[in-house]
């Protein structure tokens, strides 16, 4: 059994085990997204995004006589299969999803370009700061510590403003993020 991203249980059945024997030399990892009753969406790794395997896919589903319609997004990696919902139909799209080489993994999507530009600037960063304090200080205190002294300027210098909201969520985010990026664990605190 395997679960979607819902996290509801999809059954894979007993075809999947034999149907492995026909499977083709490259294997295509995707991710079932949702399962509801006559109706699958897969999600293809980023890796086997190319339209002309995306199209081989839909063309052997399509084939198939329980599957009434196919859709493809090849820019997302999405393939859409409805089918008749009877008995035995989710078992032969999954029969014939696995003879066309698709094994079902937990397929992650990788970092964007610029996520990795701004993780690689952010850890650079913090080791300069490390290095400039000796160690003793790094980002995951001076952030929060940031944001508390946002939040006390903004307490003194405008008073409570309970209509507009900055000083305490400010200090609200000062705590949160400390707390996170310090991984106090809930099963360590509990237990002192």
Known sequence: MMTNSHGNVTKMPKVME???LNKPSQAILTKIVSDTPGRLR???ARCHRQP????RI???LEAQPNISQVRTNISHGSIVINHDGKDRSLENVVGTLVDLGIIFADVTED???AAVDVSGAVVDLNKRVEQATNGAVDLR???PLGLSFLAIRQLVAKGLQFETIPWYVLAWYAFDSFIKLHGVNQSNSTKE
């Open 18 to 20: 034999q149907a492995t």
């Open 42 to 44: 897969l999600r293809v």
């Open 52 to 55: 002309e395997q995306m199209q």
């Open 58 to 60: 839909a063309r052997a």
């Open 111 to 113: 970092k964007s370009d």
């Open 141 to 143: 205190f001076l952030f």
